[in-house]
């Protein structure tokens, strides 16, 4: 089992850059593929970007190739997701999520789930 703590969050303008951090209990953090996903009011929790154990493998929804970078740090138990050049249409509670099999873009695939933290870009 694993705990997952997301932080970062905030309010920020149009154009802005976040970095939201995924700090996981334990010293496993390495067995698991990662992803972050977000959920904006009245919309369907969606994939954000995902990447694999050794972080070989990224993996990015179109929405936000090219402005949002995953990556891990497996020695810390944490993984990141930096945001620039942020639009109001990114706004959401953004979840990071940890998984042992499945696919990297379906919410299903994934076993452990952060709170969440809120991100909000201002126009």
């Known amino acids: 089992q694993v705990q997952l703590v997301e932080s970062g969050g905030g309010l920020v303008q149009a154009g802005g850059s976040l970095r939201l951090s995924c700090a996981a209990s334990g010293r496993t953090f390495s067995i698991y593929a990662m992803g972050w996903f977000r959920q904006a009011p009245g919309k369907e929790r969606e994939f954000v970007a995902g990447?694999?154990?050794?972080?070989?493998?990224?993996y990015y929804a179109d929405d936000v190739k090219g402005r949002f970078t995953i990556s891990r740090d497996n020695a810390e138990n944490t993984g990141y997701l930096q945001m620039n050049s942020l639009k109001p249409a990114d706004t959401a509670v953004y979840y990071c999520?940890?998984?042992?099999?499945?696919?990297?873009?379906?919410?299903?695939?994934?076993?452990?789930w952060g709170q969440g933290t809120q991100v909000t870009v201002s126009s």
């Open positions: 990447i694999s154990r050794s972080a070989s493998s990224t």
């Open positions: 999520a940890a998984r042992s099999s499945g696919v990297a873009y379906s919410p299903s695939s994934y076993k452990y």
